[in-house]
């Protein structure tokens, strides 16, 4: 009788020692992953960051300066300083060619303007659709616009070099499928998002 009751009290007991663990190894994991999260919104906003600063340091900033939305399955953050809209991110996830591709895409004030493009997230083939991470990519869509000239919202990745129109950047040799799959990504957050702001800013 004994036996079972000293098997019975350790289970309880180690069963209890482990789901503490466990609550503690995901609360740590959880803070890292939004520490790694702020430090990405902070970035492709390009909200400077002093050097070495600490994880509260990155969450005071974050609090202090950008404004999260979250409406009908779009997320984007809104850059405010000294009560003046600065740019915003809008979070954008789908599936590439291998596996998720999640990041986010920054504009200007005027809300039409890309600012840059981060990837945080993907799977894609090294060498190939990976290089959409790579700054010979991203920096493309610097200064580009998220509509044509005739005001069709939505961005292009097209084939060859060189390709100047206003919402147009070059496509990775080697890559097709996962560039159009980006497009997609990035143009289906592009029209969220404006749906969202439409008559706001």
């Given at each position: 009788m004994k036996d079972k009751l000293y098997t019975i009290l350790f289970?309880?007991?180690f069963g209890t020692l482990c789901g503490a663990l466990l609550t503690w190894v995901d609360s740590v994991t959880r803070s890292k992953l939004d520490s790694e999260r702020i430090r990405s919104v902070l970035a492709v906003l390009e909200i400077p960051v002093e050097k070495g600063a600490t994880d509260e340091d990155l969450s005071y900033l974050f609090k202090r300066t950008v404004e999260v939305v979250e409406k009908e399955g779009l997320r984007y953050f809104r850059h405010v300083e000294d009560g003046r809209l600065q740019g915003a991110a809008v979070h954008f996830e789908g599936f590439g060619m291998w596996g998720e591709i999640k990041g986010y895409?920054?504009?200007?004030?005027?809300?039409?303007?890309i600012r840059s493009v981060s990837f945080y997230e993907l799977k894609e083939t090294a060498g190939k659709g990976a290089r959409i991470a790579e700054p010979e990519f991203r920096d493309q869509f610097k200064g580009k616009r998220i509509m044509d000239a005739a005001?069709?919202?939505g961005i292009r990745i097209k084939k060859g070099k060189g390709h100047t129109e206003q919402n147009a950047v070059d496509a990775i040799t080697g890559a097709t499928?996962?560039?159009?799959?980006v497009e997609a990504i990035l143009n289906d957050a592009i029209k969220r998002f404006l749906k969202e702001v439409s008559g706001g800013q």
């Amino acid at each position: 009788m004994k036996d079972k009751l000293y098997t019975i009290l350790f289970a309880a007991v180690f069963g209890t020692l482990c789901g503490a663990l466990l609550t503690w190894v995901d609360s740590v994991t959880r803070s890292k992953l939004d520490s790694e999260r702020i430090r990405s919104v902070l970035a492709v906003l390009e909200i400077p960051v002093e050097k070495g600063a600490t994880d509260e340091d990155l969450s005071y900033l974050f609090k202090r300066t950008v404004e999260v939305v979250e409406k009908e399955g779009l997320r984007y953050f809104r850059h405010v300083e000294d009560g003046r809209l600065q740019g915003a991110a809008v979070h954008f996830e789908g599936f590439g060619m291998w596996g998720e591709i999640k990041g986010y895409l920054a504009l200007e004030a005027d809300m039409r303007t890309i600012r840059s493009v981060s990837f945080y997230e993907l799977k894609e083939t090294a060498g190939k659709g990976a290089r959409i991470a790579e700054p010979e990519f991203r920096d493309q869509f610097k200064g580009k616009r998220i509509m044509d000239a005739a005001g069709v919202p939505g961005i292009r990745i097209k084939k060859g070099k060189g390709h100047t129109e206003q919402n147009a950047v070059d496509a990775i040799t080697g890559a097709t499928v996962t560039c159009g799959k980006v497009e997609a990504i990035l143009n289906d957050a592009i029209k969220r998002f404006l749906k969202e702001v439409s008559g706001g800013q």
